[in-house]
């Protein structure tokens, strides 16, 4: 019965851990380093996003003047505006090497998940 | 089914090794499929050893002492909550309780960047499956959990009466939480560093793991504390004993990693900064593994000597090479986008509160390690104690805590005169009248410094008061809603930040628990006879009668005790001193009963004001000579029963005999009573150390919490418009 369970449990791990390469024949994905690059800015972007939010709230909270935070907020928004413009740039590269390449790996959009945090 | 637990082990360390190979194949040359296999090994590991750990849970509670494990670390007298709970009392289902939290907590990290950081993952999984392997391999090789015994004992000798608190049920599994999930960001860490990948991204990813490790750590750390409080009977919280010292190495570099990445997400600062501190915090976390199981150092927590030292020193040295060899290396890769724009921003309070952290983690390193140290270099072990510490703790404690009330008033990037003025006044005067409130309380004077902490406390919770009450305000301006509606949303909003918020205050609380508490304690070693009294700290304690019982699991002599303050009575205490039955037969059929080990139960009066903590060690060498009769009198019963041929029911007779004898034995303490040694502590403020952990618990929940899905979309689509409108008028 011992004997049972455990081979049991061996031929469950063997076929679920296994799947993958059996189902899937999926190589080096070209444009890894594109992918990498655009989810970078992504998470940069949203941590600019998450930096405005937070001026506006010290404003309204008192800790900036008006003043402060329009010097603060203009700054914020042109690097907001570079990292769009970086994020445009790495998609439309992506974009292009995805015609060359034919169909992403794993049929993937261009375009990853945004972050949880 | 010791087999069965046996061969899963084998499955797993199989499973730890192909996720290793499959996820560092995957990601150097073959692709995502192996990618995707190597984390479903974690996966299966994971449901792997969930079998492994049930199987030895079952055996606890059903008292299969079959098991050695099982045979040493319980007993059918072990009470069930506490059956479930000794499991990792022992070296190797401690070690299973290890790499089974390991395996959920990298499942589940592993399924929630399934889509992100793709190149760094499978490093990250190849370094999680590492150190599965590693604790698969102690557990096989050199501490096997699913160890059977040839001849099966009738009975356990049971779980060490320390641990039979229920703090104990929640401690080690929420310390090893806490280790277990800091190697995640350290493995991701490794991942980013191998891959280059070195952005925010990363730390996007994983932050959440360092903050849940940062808590469960914590928490571990406190339900510590405050078994040592309520159990050891010396009357203290924090001894830094090396293996406490060992849990808060981790947690004090955590503490200081979680408040820099955030200057890494926004400014690309701090690269080089943020990865040592991660790669030393799961390193430190490791050590503190190593310390509780190698006995190189004594500790009450510790497991005692152990052979698990070599393969320990092998793995961190591994780590420190590898960690120190991995950031010189990417030292291009670290350097920092932007410069920190003023002394006076929130920026800079992070590093000051981080420079900190770090000096108090190497002092409490230095202490721990003093011992080995001192004996490399002189040859000769020396330790420092509790003095050593505090010495140099407390001024960075004091200057951590003024720094954690500064941060919440200073915005990012600059802080400007008025700043300074609309912030810092309020809290500045509140601290200040706190302080001088401190210092007219009688005795006072003698602990200025005790004084001055409690204005800085005053400082810090009067600045987070302010800050929740200023959101609060802005947020009803603007939103119409009610103040506990407007609250609420302003902290669910910005949970990351309100939340680290309420762990500043209640940190704070919590220090001046330990300052007020420790700095005016009054403590007194009193020995007493019932109806005799003794006085500490302005109260009247009184021996009212001597208590005595006498159960299956342990004979308890205790004491009543009444307080009283100016002659109004206070509270009624009662403690009493456990001893437990020794296996040891030599003690005598009645002696051993008095002879095993011995734990206390001590007596708390716990107010907002002050604890009244008290804890009896009787002295039962008066029982001596009844003993000693006893043991001459049914051995010589036992003798006449066994040379006559006696049955089973002359036995089971002489044993009802025996336990009525007992309890006469016991007895005697409340029929006879002689004096009492007794510890009675009074210590201001005590309570607020545990309200204190508790609020900041509270806060680590509230910034850990996912912000809802539609808030977060909603505010993200906001900038978003605003951005791109800012685009659309720059590129016009």
Redesign the interface.
Same mark, same amino acid.
């Given at each position: 019965m011992?004997l049972l369970?455990?081979f049991a449990?061996?031929l469950a791990?063997a076929a679920?851990?296994?799947?993958?390469?059996r189902t899937?024949?999926?190589?080096?994905?070209p444009d &890894?380093g594109l992918?990498?690059e655009l &989810?970078?800015l992504?998470? &940069?972007k949203?941590? @600019?996003?998450?930096?405005?939010?937070?001026?506006e709230?010290?404003r309204?909270?008192? @800790?900036?003047?008006d003043e402060?935070h329009r010097a603060?907020d203009a700054e914020l928004?042109?690097e907001?505006?570079a990292l769009? @413009?970086k994020l445009d740039a790495v998609r439309a590269r992506l974009a292009a090497a995805q015609e060359a390449d034919g169909p992403a790996?794993?049929g993937e959009a261009a375009t990853?998940?945004?972050?949880?945090? | 089914m010791a087999t069965v637990g046996r061969a899963l082990l084998i499955v797993a360390f199989a499973v730890a090794l192909y996720g290793v190979g499959a996820s560092l194949y995957g990601a150097f040359a073959g692709g995502r499929a192996w990618v995707d296999s190597g984390r479903r090994a974690v996966y299966a590991l994971a449901g792997v050893l969930t079998g492994a750990f049930a199987i030895m849970e079952v055996a606890f509670l059903r008292s299969d002492f079959s098991f050695n494990v099982v045979a040493t670390h319980s007993s059918t007298t072990t009470p069930t909550f506490y059956k479930a709970t000794a499991a990792w009392s022992s070296q190797e289902g401690s070690l299973l309780l290890w790499v089974w939290l390991l395996s959920v907590w990298s499942s589940l990290a592993l399924a929630l960047t399934r889509r992100r950081v793709r190149e760094v993952a499978p490093v990250a999984t190849a370094v999680l499956m590492t150190f599965a392997g590693f604790f698969l391999m102690l557990t096989i090789f050199w501490a096997n959990p699913f160890e059977t015994l040839a001849a099966v004992p009738q009975e356990g000798t049971g779980l060490n009466p320390l641990l039979r608190h229920p703090a104990m049920m929640f401690h080690p599994p929420m310390l090893y939480s806490g280790y277990t999930l800091f190697s995640i960001p350290f493995a991701f860490a490794i991942g980013a560093l191998v891959t280059r990948r070195l952005n925010a991204e990363w730390i996007v990813s994983t932050r959440r793991f360092a903050l849940a490790a940062w808590l469960c750590l914590g928490v571990g750390i406190v339900l510590g504390a405050r078994w040592s409080y309520t159990e050891l009977g010396w009357g203290g919280y924090w001894a830094w004993d090396p293996v406490e010292n060992a849990s808060l190495l981790p947690w004090l570099t955590g503490t200081a990693f979680i408040h820099s990445i955030m200057i890494q997400e926004r400014r690309g600062m701090l690269k080089v900064w943020n990865a040592s501190l991660v790669l030393a915090t799961g390193t430190l976390a490791i050590l503190g593994t190593f310390l509780v199981r190698s006995g190189i150092l004594d500790s009450i927590h510790a497991f005692g000597a152990s052979t698990l030292g070599v393969p320990f020193l092998i793995l961190i040295g591994a780590m420190v090479l590898g960690s120190v060899g991995l950031v010189v290396s990417r030292r291009a890769e670290l350097r920092t986008e932007h410069r920190i724009d003023s002394l006076l921003s929130r920026e800079a309070v992070f590093l000051a509160q981080n420079v900190i952290l770090v000096a108090l983690a190497f002092v409490v390193w230095w202490g721990t390690f003093f011992p080995l140290i001192s004996e490399a270099v002189t040859g000769t072990r020396a330790s420092v104690g509790p003095p050593w510490f505090d010495k140099y703790t407390v001024p960075l404690a004091f200057v951590l805590v003024a720094l954690s009330g500064i941060g919440p008033l200073v915005p990012w990037r600059r802080l400007t005169l008025a700043s300074v003025r609309r912030g810092f006044v309020l809290p500045a005067v509140v601290g200040g009248v706190v302080a001088l409130a401190l210092l007219l309380v009688p005795g006072a004077w003698s602990q200025p410094k005790a004084a001055a902490f409690a204005g800085v406390v005053g400082f810090v919770v009067a600045s987070v008061v302010q800050e929740l009450w200023r959101g609060m305000r802005a947020r009803q301006s603007s939103a119409q809603e009610s103040a506990p509606v407007a609250l609420a949303g302003i902290v669910r909003r910005n949970r990351r930040r309100y939340g680290g918020y309420v762990v500043h205050a209640g940190f704070a609380t919590l220090l001046l628990g330990v300052a007020v508490s420790s700095s005016f304690q009054h403590a007194k070693d009193v020995s007493l006879k019932p109806g005799q009294s003794a006085r500490v700290g302005g109260y009247d304690i009184r021996y009212v009668r001597a208590t005595s019982h006498a159960g299956s699991e342990k004979i308890s002599l205790g004491a009543v005790l009444d307080v009283s303050k100016g002659g109004k009575h206070v509270a009624t205490l009662r403690t009493t001193r456990g001893f437990y039955p020794s296996q040891d037969v030599t003690q005598g059929i009645v002696g051993r009963f008095f002879g095993g080990e011995s734990e206390s139960e001590v007596g708390l009066q716990a107010g907002f004001g002050r604890d009244v903590w008290t804890v009896i060690d009787p002295d039962i060498a008066p029982l001596e000579p009844i003993i000693q009769q006893g043991n001459d009198t049914f051995r010589r019963a036992m003798t006449g029963i066994l040379a006559r041929g006696g049955g089973r029911q002359q036995l089971a007779q002489l044993y009802a005999l025996r336990d009525v004898a007992v309890t006469a034995v016991a007895r005697r303490f409340v029929t006879r009573p002689w004096a009492a040694d007794f510890r009675f502590i009074v210590s201001p403020l005590a309570t607020w150390i545990w309200i204190g952990a508790i609020v900041t618990f509270l806060g680590g929940l509230i910034a850990l919490w996912p912000a809802p899905a539609t808030a977060r979309r909603r505010v993200t689509a906001g900038y978003a418009a605003r951005v791109a409108r800012e685009l659309a008028r720059t590129t016009q």
């Open positions: 011992e369970i455990v449990v061996v791990v679920f851990v296994g799947a993958p390469l899937r024949a999926r190589g080096l994905d &890894a992918r990498a &989810a970078d992504e998470a &940069a949203e941590a @600019k996003y998450h930096e405005i939010r937070d001026a709230l010290d309204r909270t008192g @800790k900036l003047s402060d603060l928004r042109a907001a505006v769009l @413009k790996p794993g990853p998940s945004p972050p949880v945090g | -």
